[in-house]
């Protein structure tokens, strides 16, 4: 057991850290980490007024406020406790014996026999602390100091842990991991990356250690209403990225037409088509593929999203084909009615009227143009932009000004260094300018040659990912195709 501490330490956060344990390296002993606080309780006379007492102290900063530790306790004496006597825990500097560290209000109590101040141990140990506070305690400082803290971030696909630990914390990998198994209840596997993405994949899949737990890779993810599952070793997918499949899903609109050029197993795809959007999503993986499918069946959009599974230079103008096609051949979703009105439909309803004949399906027609491409490939989606050649060639009608039509907006992601000002959003319209071979500048989207530019998350230190939204400029749309 660790070393009990008096109280002396005014320091809250000190007195509630946990024990240093240097043992040896990747090796994790739990009953290490108990430890006793010498503390100051507020014994309360009567337990009817407990409530009003422990209100009073806490106006006057003298209750124990600490998360996870409950700040109303059986008296220590255990007869007293038997009777249903209870304590209020007092902040470190409150000291039994020591009137002087008593604030007013406690004082007064004292003085009024409704309060007694009594010594209270209380007992931490492993399930207490942290996943934070157990490798500070575990991990040298310097360590810790050099690497900016401790390993703490890792990508959640369902119930695995997918690390990237740097160099330095492999020799604590297997303590790491069985730390953040213990401390997260949702995940049972914890693994780590061997290799970056896209060095020994096409498909941005990556070779990886198990660290703890079972090699199972078949997972369930929760994402924006829907519900993916795939099995993670084989496909892509990044959870630190929901929020920005939220922000383009919610720019699209029902009715539209969306091509999702490198869609993986759907986060994009599948949101947007249960809000009635169209979607043609395409992935090269060809296990991508097969999952994107199954979860457009399983979250029964497939009325809204059909899957590809081609090289997505290629596809870009074929969908933009295939959409003209459909909408050409009258092809619709079939809009039924929702979950109240079946219920007035059903034929043991109670609901008079029952006997109404149901309204016929809303058809909601494919529109003949798709009205945004989303390229979520950073590494490389900029230098598939020369395949926006010839989109629309020979199909100026279709848009402004013929029609109120307007040329599709494209989402691209990408990478680009951390740098001062705008210089990495002018980097990125520089790049973008080269593939489309068409001037671009930094401004706003809906403004024809400008592009604007938003930053997504940082990556590492010196690398952030961004999307770059732009229409495809006219000459670009109407060129002939090569």
Known sequence: MAKELSG???????????????????????SLFKKTVNLAAASVADRKKISAWRQKLQGDNALLAVERIQGVVPHPDQALASQG???????????????ETWTPILQEGVSSNEVGIVPYDLSLDYDYWSYEDVMKSVLPPNLRDEHDGIPSGFNQAGHVAHMNLKEAFLPYKKLIAEVL??????????????????????????????????????????????????????????S???????????????????????????????????????VWANDYNPESYRYLDENIRRNKVGQYVRPFNQDGRTFICEAADLVYAASANKEYAAAGPNRREKRRQHPNSSVAGNSVRPPEPERKFIPPTISHFVMNLPASAITFLPHFRGLYAGREHLFAPHTDTKLPVVHVH??????????????????????????????????????????VRNVAPNKRMFCASFRVPPEVAFAARS
């Open 8 to 30: 002396d330490d005014d320091d809250m956060g000190s007195v509630l850290r946990p024990p240093v344990i240097r043992s040896a390296a990747g090796v994790l002993d739990r």
């Open 85 to 99: 006597t209870k304590c209020l825990l007092l902040d470190p500097k409150i000291k039994v014996g020591v009137p």
């Open 181 to 238: 198994l213990d401390k997260n209840p949702s995940i049972k596997t914890v693994i780590n990356k061997v290799a970056d993405v896209g060095t020994e994949s096409e498909f941005r899949t990556f070779a990886y250690e198990v660290l703890a737990g079972p090699n199972d890779m078949n997972v369930e993810a929760r994402e924006n209403d829907c519900v993916f599952r795939f099995d993670y070793s084989k496909v892509y997918w990044n």
């Open 240 to 278: 630190k990225l929901e929020g920005e499949h939220r922000r383009l899903i919610n720019i699209f609109q029902p009715g539209e037409v969306v091509c999702d050029v490198m869609g993986g197993i759907g986060p994009f795809a599948v949101p947007a088509g249960k809000k009635g959007v169209f």
């Open 414 to 455: 990408c990478f680009a260094p951390k740098a001062d000002g705008d210089a990495s959003l002018i980097d990125v319209c520089e790049r973008i300018s080269a593939e489309l071979g068409v001037g671009m500048k930094l401004g706003e989207a809906e403004n024809t040659h400008e592009v604007s530019v938003l930053e």
